[in-house]
C-alpha cells in the first residue's frame, strides 16, 4: 500500500472490514486536530497490516479479521489513546482548541457521572419504595397498594382507601417484590459496566 | 475460599502485576533496540504470556513520550506504510536503571521471606 486512504485488500469483504474499522477510529478521534488524527490511523494501519502480513495462511478476510481481533475493537483503547493526545496538548505551547476539547470533556465526563449518581440513587430508591409496599401489604391489606384516585391518577402508597379504588389486590405482593428484584439486578448491572468504562 | 475464587483472585492479582510492570518492560525493551508498535508489541505479548488486546499499549507509549522518557520519529519504508519506530531517551534510561533496582531488592527480599 502506497498510499495509508486507500485499500490494500483485492477481496470486497477485506475492505470492508478495513474501512469500517477506520472508519470507527476515525470517528473516535473526533476531537482532535488533522495531525493527531491522521498520526493515530497511519500507527493503527501499519500495525494492522504488519499483523496481517505476518499471518500467511487464510484468505484476505480472515487475515484481516484475525488482525484486528488481536489489535482490539477502536472503543476498547481509542478513547483513552485520544485523551493522551488531548493531554498532550495541555503542554506549554498547546492549540486554544485541544485544550477546549479537553476540557469540554472532562467536564461532559463529570456531568455524565453526576446524571448517572441521581438516576441510579432513583432507581434504588424505587426498588426500596417497591419492596416496602409489597411487605406492608401482607400487614395493611385496605390501605396499602395501587390506587386510582377519583381523578384516574395511579398512586402506589399508604391511602385512604374510601376515597380510592384499587387497581392489583393482593397481586401487588408479587408483582411488588419481582419488581424491586429486577430492579436491583439491572441497577446493578449497569453500575458494574460504569464503573468499568471509567477504569479502563 | 472455592477453587473458582482462588483462580479469580490470582487472576486480578495477574492482571494488575502486568499493568504495574508494561512501563518497566517497554524500557526494557528499548532499551535494547529501538523498535516500531507491532514490532514491541509482539515482543512483550510473548514475555508476558498475555492475550492483551494490543491496541491497550498504544496509549500508555503516548504517555512515554509525554513523560519523555521515550521519544519517536516516523520513518518512510521501503515497501509498505511509514512506521514510528520508538526510542528510550536517556531519562528514560535513568528510569529503568533505577527500576531495575527496585526490581531486584523486591527479588531478595521475596526470596529471603521464601527461605526464611
Known amino acids: ?200 | 475460599m472455592q477453587n473458582d475464587d482462588l483462580e479469580k483472585q490470582f487472576e486480578k492479582w495477574q492482571l494488575q502485576l502486568r499493568k504495574g510492570v508494561l512501563i518497566y518492560m517497554v524500557l526494557v525493551e528499548l532499551d535494547q533496540d529501538e523498535m516500531y508498535g507491532y514490532a514491541l508489541i509482539s515482543s512483550l505479548a510473548k514475555k508476558l504470556e498475555t492475550d492483551m488486546a494490543e491496541g491497550t499499549i498504544y496509549p500508555l507509549l503516548n504517555r512515554m513520550v509525554r513523560s519523555e522518557i521515550v521519544t519517536f520519529d516516523w520513518r518512510i519504508m521501503e515497501s509498505g506504510p511509514a512506521r514510528k519506530y520508538y526510542q528510550i531517551s536517556d531519562s528514560g534510561r535513568e528510569l529503568l536503571n533505577r527500576m531495575h533496582d527496585y526490581w531486584q531488592s523486591v527479588n531478595i527480599s521475596l526470596q529471603g521471606s521464601k527461605d526464611d
Open chain 1, 1 to 200: 500500500m502506497t498510499n495509508a486512504e486507500s485499500s490494500p485488500f483485492t477481496q470486497k469483504q477485506a475492505q470492508m472490514l478495513w474501512s469500517g474499522y477506520m472508519h470507527q477510529v476515525g470517528g473516535l478521534c473526533g476531537s482532535l486536530d488533522r495531525r493527531q488524527k491522521a498520526d493515530i490511523l497511519a500507527e493503527l494501519k501499519a500495525h494492522l497490516l504488519e499483523s496481517y502480513i505476518q499471518l500467511d495462511s487464510g484468505d484476505e478476510e480472515s487475515r484481516i479479521s484475525a488482525a484486528i481481533a488481536k489489535l482490539g475493537q477502536p472503543e476498547d483503547f481509542v478513547p483513552l489513546w485520544v485523551e493522551e493526545r488531548l493531554l498532550d496538548g495541555a503542554q506549554p505551547g498547546s492549540t486554544t482548541r485541544n485544550l477546549y476539547f479537553l476540557l469540554r470533556r472532562n467536564a461532559l465526563r463529570g456531568v455524565q457521572q453526576f446524571a448517572f449518581s441521581i438516576l441510579v440513587g432513583f432507581g434504588y430508591m424505587l426498588s426500596f419504595y417497591f419492596f416496602i409496599m409489597a411487605v406492608m401489604k401482607i400487614f395493611f391489606p385496605v390501605n396499602v397498594g395501587l390506587y386510582l384516585s377519583p381523578t384516574g391518577i395511579p398512586f402506589l402508597g399508604y391511602v385512604d382507601a374510601n376515597e380510592f379504588r384499587e387497581v392489583l389486590g393482593y397481586w401487588l405482593i408479587p408483582i411488588g417484590l419481582v419488581t424491586a428484584i429486577s430492579l436491583q439486578l439491572l441497577l446493578n448491572g449497569l453500575v458494574k459496566r460504569w464503573v468499568s468504562r471509567f477504569r479502563r
